[in-house]
């Protein structure tokens, strides 16, 4: 596609339910990147992937979060047990190499728990 | 871990001021990126830089390695450069994620 997409754009969910987000890169690049931003803060790191595998997942709060790119483009980060503090705007990135390549972002999503 | 700081972390102008928005990391990078937020809009990429000076439109950037300092430089300034603008870091020695900064939240007032 021509630039990252995130969907959904926004998710309302209640307390102790599962969430998936999804983020679509552009076609090409290689390196895959989560962050998440609360409110009045810069984007904090959570996964990265190059290709299909999580080159670094230590951003990653604890083990109720996971990332998935099985086939090496579309991402999915997925929340079980939901809980209020994990209210955010969740942040896909993308570039051609890691590093320093231009970084591309999607609109985000923004997940309210309540 | 590199620690990104961002001065002013707000700034309020007036339309046609000049403006410059600074950024200091404590750790050697390979890049640094200035990134744009609108109200809830996503994130664009402003530049990306690992030396010199860039300029694209009235925006400029500008960037000393050895002092590990950035500036973000905005002429002729407009009410529709109000924005967040965020500083962010790659690593230098290893591959890997951006650190950010926590972003400047700049309004020109027209």
């Known amino acids: 596609g021509a630039g990252v997409s995130q969907t959904p754009s926004n998710k309302v969910t209640e307390k102790g339910k599962y969430v998936e987000l999804r983020c679509d890169p552009i076609s090409g690049h290689t390196a895959l990147y989560w962050y998440r931003q609360s409110l009045g803060q810069g984007p904090e790191f959570l996964i990265y992937f190059q290709g299909t595998g999580a080159a670094d997942d230590s951003g990653l709060p604890n083990d109720r979060f996971f990332a998935v790119r099985p086939e090496g483009s579309v991402s999915t980060l997925k929340i079980q047990r939901t809980e209020r503090g994990d209210s955010a705007v969740y942040l896909c990135?993308?570039?051609?190499?890691?590093?320093?390549?231009?970084?591309?972002f999607g609109q985000g999503t923004r997940l309210t728990v309540v | 871990k590199n620690e990104v700081e961002q001065s002013p972390q707000n700034l309020t102008a007036q339309e046609g001021e000049f403006i410059t928005i600074n950024c200091s990391y404590s750790?050697?990078?390979?890049?640094l990126h200035w990134l744009q937020q609108h109200p809830g809009g996503g994130i664009v990429s402003l530049f990306m830089l690992s030396s010199g000076k860039k300029k694209h439109g009235r925006l400029i950037a500008t960037i000393n390695i050895q002092e590990k300092h950035s500036s973000l430089h905005i002429t002729a300034s407009h009410p529709r450069d109000s924005a967040v603008y965020i500083c962010a870091v790659a690593p230098g020695s290893t591959v890997g994620e951006l650190t950010f900064g926590k972003g400047t939240h700049l309004i020109i007032q027209p």
């Open positions: 990135a993308s570039s051609l190499r890691p590093g320093v390549t231009e970084a591309f």
């Open positions: 750790v050697g990078i390979s890049a």
